[in-house]
T-cell receptor, first 115, second 109 residues
Framework: EAGVAQSPRYKIIEKRQSVAFWCNPI?????LYWYQQILGQGPKLLIQ????????DSQLPKDRFSAERLKGVDSTLKIQPAKLEDSAVYLC?????????????FGPGTRLTVL | RKEVEQDPGPFNVPEGATVAFNCTYS??????FFWYRQDCRKEPKLLMS???SGNEDGRFTAQLNRASQYISLLIRDSKLSDSATYLC??????????FGTGTSLTVIP
């Protein structure tokens, strides 16, 4: 079974530039999550989709971050404009559904460095 | 107060030792509990779910104490391959997942 795919794996940009990350979840997984993991910290949920609808985006900095999952499969996360504190690993995860015991499978992440 | 708190360690233990990690959570309405393992520069992977009655998977035992809002992970007979960061994860109502900062374990030959 193919895992969660993410691209790019690494990205270096200057502050105030824009950047976009792509995620392809495991086939058939209805729920998709984007997390931000800053060095030395645990992942922080940014946004959760159920199919193409947003379930939770309470921790997404909406002034600069946006995400979409138009057809209920692939998703993109965008930062515009980037700040130094956005340097982190952006992890995408998916699960079959949103049940309380459902396992999340993570992709390899995109490591973003903002200079 | 953070939603999920863990002792970051690091824990450095010899092979064969038993080591325990603890985690506390702030929301008494939390529904589900997990331990994830994260290797250096890799993504987190599910180690085990934590059930109210406690559960065991080989050398790993997880316990949940709802009254004290406390979760634990016990690793017996530590192997070199157990070296990683262990993340405590709590799921609230509304499908919100909260991760702890992780506890670093190094098993020494």
């Amino acid at each position: 079974e193919a895992g969660v795919a993410q691209s790019p794996r690494y990205k270096i940009i200057e502050k105030r530039q824009s950047v976009a990350f792509w995620c392809n979840p495991i086939s058939g997984h209805a729920t998709l999550y984007w997390y931000q993991q800053i060095l030395g910290q645990g992942p922080k949920l940014l946004i959760q989709f159920q199919n193409n609808g947003v379930v939770d985006d309470s921790q997404l900095p909406k002034d600069r971050f946006s995400a979409e999952r138009l057809k209920g499969v692939d998703s993109t996360l965008k930062i515009q404009p980037a700040k130094l504190e956005d340097s982190a690993v952006y992890l995408c995860a998916s699960s079959l559904a949103a049940y309380t015991t459902d396992t999340q499978y993570f992709g390899p992440g995109t490591r973003l460095t903002v200079l | 107060r953070k939603e999920v708190e863990q002792d970051p360690g690091p824990f450095n233990v010899p092979e064969g030792a038993t080591v325990a990690f603890n985690c506390t959570y702030s929301n008494s309405a939390s529904q589900s509990f997990f331990w994830y393992r994260q290797d250096c520069r890799k993504e987190p992977k599910l180690l085990m779910s934590v059930y109210s009655s406690g559960n065991e998977d080989g050398r790993f035992t997880a316990q949940l104490n709802r009254a004290s809002q406390y979760i634990s992970l016990l690793i017996r007979d530590s192997k070199l391959s157990d070296s990683a960061t262990y993340l405590c994860v709590v799921r609230w109502t509304g499908n919100q997942f909260y991760f702890g900062t992780g506890t670093s374990l190094t098993v020494i030959p």
